[in-house]
């Protein structure tokens, strides 16, 4: 069985608010389905984060028809997880969903319950892809696999982080991680039985093995939604499955748009840096971000500013931010011309973690959600115990009706 592994497309995304990055984001996807489609392909596999938003719009909804159908037409599948972008919030429905009502995907799982599909390919081989959302990655953990009988090889497919990788590629601290997520997310902890690992959820690219030697993989997002997520590459993995063998590798995508970083010391070294950019090798007009050490006095900073406003009306760059006129700059010697993050969303999860007495938040959470899969709340109104821990949580806060 062949396939390709991609993560992140964040369909419906428009970094910092431009039309032309929202276009990279659906250039990205198309790219990825190209790429399927060339390499013959028997599935896509999509860890999550297919679309930015629960309620993605028309455009997104579009990018995704347009370039599904070419792959069903392809008699390519395409399975996905649900990613926390895409999960379900008030109406139950997630837009993952609404692809597969019309037949151009199959979701494994985009709830707290994982899901499997046994694909068969031409030359009888059965491989079983176990998918996690990011709603059931603890259960990726747990080693107690479907027991289908006659599988060949098993896959994973997840939307989580793992705090080996996370440490590395996020520098998030390991002890924050495990407090964060979770002390068992590490690759180490992976059971026996799968041959891939199939991640998605941190948007740069990463790979680990479990303690069994399965390869653990993070294709990376198919864009940097921002700086911090740059990476100079960006891919999707190309694997190659058979009994008792995987083979993996990198293809590189080439429709990601490109970012020019400067991290100088002076303005001098700003201006010489962008005079000797040879604009011709970008397919894109890039992202300019710069950082400059030791503080910019206000005339140096007006002369980057306009050699980049002049850039940008010459359609050399897309993009930059433009100067702090206060605050640290000086003071602190360092000044940072950086884009302005668009990437504000708030995980209700982590909100309502945050509130609640452990035990009490994984209920709350899927209500908010709107899902009563397992009869919650009729679970929470027999729950003497839990009832007492939320009055005593709240018996402290003035009810409505005191004012
Ligand atoms: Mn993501």
Redesign the pocket.
């Known amino acids: 069985m062949r396939f390709i592994h991609v993560s ?1 497309t ?1 369909l419906g995304a428009a970094p910092y608010g431009l039309i032309d990055r929202e276009r990279d984001i659906y250039e990205a996807f198309k790219e990825v389905v190209d790429i399927a489609i060339a390499h013959k392909v028997d599935a896509v596999l999509h860890a999550g ?1 297919m679309f930015h938003d629960s309620n993605p719009k028309a455009a997104a909804y579009l990018s995704a028809f347009k370039h599904l159908s070419r792959l069903r037409s392809s008699g390519i599948d395409f399975y996905v997880v649900a ?1 926390n ?1 895409e999960t379900i919030k008030a109406t139950g429905v997630s837009p993952l969903r609404v692809l597969e009502a019309l037949d151009l995907a199959r979701v494994l799982s985009d709830s707290s319950t994982p899901g499997s599909v046994v694909f068969e390919d031409g030359s009888g081989l059965k491989v079983e892809v176990v998918g996690f959302s990011h709603r059931a990655f603890d259960r990726l953990f747990i080693d107690r696999l479907s027991g289908r009988d006659g599988i060949d090889a098993r896959v994973a497919l997840a939307h989580t982080i793992l705090c080996d990788a996370a440490s590395i590629v996020m520098k998030i601290s390991e002890s924050r991680c495990r407090e964060d997520i979770s002390g068992s997310a590490y690759s180490i902890n992976i059971p026996k039985g799968y041959s891939y690992i199939a991640l ?2 941190l ?1 740069k690219n990463w790979e680990g093995r479990t303690r069994y030697g399965a390869p653990v993989i993070y294709p990376g ?1 198919t864009e940097a939604l921002n700086v911090s997520e740059y990476m100079d590459k960006r891919y999707v993995y190309l694997v190659e499955l058979d009994r008792g063998f995987v083979d993996y590798r990198r293809v590189e995508l080439r429709s990601p748009r490109p970012w020019i970083i400067i991290d100088a010391e002076t303005a001098r070294e700003v201006i010489e840096r962008l005079n000797s950019v040879s604009w011709g090798v970008f397919s894109k007009e890039p992202i300019v971000y710069i950082t400059v050490k030791g503080g910019l006095s206000r005339i140096d900073k007006d002369r980057i500013v306009s050699l980049l406003n002049s850039l940008r009306s010459e359609g050399k760059i897309l993009y930059y931010r433009g100067p702090l006129t206060a605050g640290r700059d000086v003071d602190s010697g360092y000044l940072a011309i950086e884009p302005k993050e668009d990437y504000t969303s708030v995980d209700i999860e982590d909100v309502i973690k945050n509130i609640f007495p452990e035990d009490a938040s994984r209920y709350i959470v899927d209500i908010v959600e709107g899902l009563d899969e397992d009869g919650i709340i009729s679970r929470l109104v027999e729950d003497k115990g839990l009832l007492d821990k939320l009055y005593k949580r709240f018996s402290g806060v003035r009810r409505l009706d005191d004012y």
Request: charged share 35%.
């Open positions: 992140d964040h984060d990613g972008h998605g959820d948007h997002s």
